[in-house]
């Protein structure tokens, strides 16, 4: 079987299930820190976003971060596509409860 490479777009809620893999977190920054930020996700948990050796690249109010789930709530940073000050939270989430549902994700990520 080959390696899967994908990074699939997750919510708090989601990232139990992707430990050890890597993900997508489109997230609003609330707290940032020399090594770490707390971050708001789409369904509204709290995240907590490592990076290694430091710096975060944060520049905007709303980022997707890409990393490695470490546990349910803490991902380590890989990279940071900063997404402006304005974004829909909602539709964000929304759009990821349905690229979950089993009809698409298996048709998308599989």
């Known amino acids: 079987m080959s390696e899967n490479n994908t990074s699939p777009r997750v919510n708090s809620a989601l990232m139990a299930?992707?430990?050890?893999?890597h993900v997508r977190l489109a997230c609003k920054?609330?707290?940032?820190?020399?090594?770490?930020?707390?971050?708001?996700?789409?369904?509204?948990?709290?995240?907590?976003?490592?990076?290694?050796g430091g710096g975060s690249d944060i520049s905007t109010t709303?980022?997707?971060?890409?990393?490695?789930?470490?546990?349910?709530?803490?991902?380590?940073?890989?990279?940071?596509?900063?997404l402006g000050s304005e974004l829909d939270m909602q539709l964000v989430?929304?759009?990821?409860?349905i690229i979950h549902q089993p009809k698409y994700f298996n048709n998308i990520f599989s």
């Open 17 to 21: 299930k992707y430990v050890g893999q």
């Open 29 to 52: 920054v609330l707290t940032t820190t020399d090594n770490t930020a707390t971050v708001l996700c789409s369904d509204g948990g709290e995240v907590l976003v490592k990076f290694p």
């Open 62 to 82: 709303f980022v997707e971060i890409v990393g490695k789930v470490v546990d349910e709530s803490t991902i380590q940073k890989a990279c940071c596509i900063n």
């Open 93 to 97: 989430n929304r759009t990821i409860e």
